[in-house]
């Protein structure tokens, strides 16, 4: 699973704060290691897992699809969620999300980005305040 928020800045954005564009990387980047952290907390917490089947025809979440859940950041302006979790060589959280004949969709996916994005942008008007920028 690769779940992200791509960012992109109107040039008009950067103008209202005197930038041209440059000054907003380490604000930025900080921006998306707390974003990440809350990232992989909630989804872990809204990711089906033991005990909390929705299915109508007897399926129980075993926790694997939890536990395969990671956080990584390849740059510093780049951060994802991952999920190692397999079957019949697919990601297995898209079964989880979109559902199957056989299991309801929970859209655990689309609820984790809900919630995220608010604090994202929390998150980057702080750091700009504490860069100064702001």
Not at 74 to 97: F, K
Request: hydrophobic share 30%; glycine share 8%; net charge positive.
């Amino acid at each position: 699973m690769q779940m992200g928020v791509k960012v992109s800045f109107n040039p008009d954005y950067f103008k209202k704060l005197g930038l041209n564009g440059k000054g907003f990387e380490d604000p930025l980047s900080k921006t998306i290691d707390h974003t990440l952290h809350d990232s992989e907390t909630i989804i872990k917490k809204e990711v089906p897992r033991p005990g909390h089947s929705q299915s109508k025809t007897g399926y129980e979440p075993t926790g694997n699809l939890q536990r395969s859940i990671s956080k990584n950041k390849p740059n510093p302006l780049i951060g994802e969620l991952r999920s190692s979790a397999r079957s019949n060589g697919r990601p297995y959280w898209q079964y989880v999300n979109y559902g199957t004949c056989k299991m309801p969709a929970n859209p655990f996916v689309i609820r984790t980005v809900n919630q995220v994005i608010p604090k994202f942008k929390e998150y980057f008007h702080e750091e700009l305040k504490r860069a100064g920028i702001l």
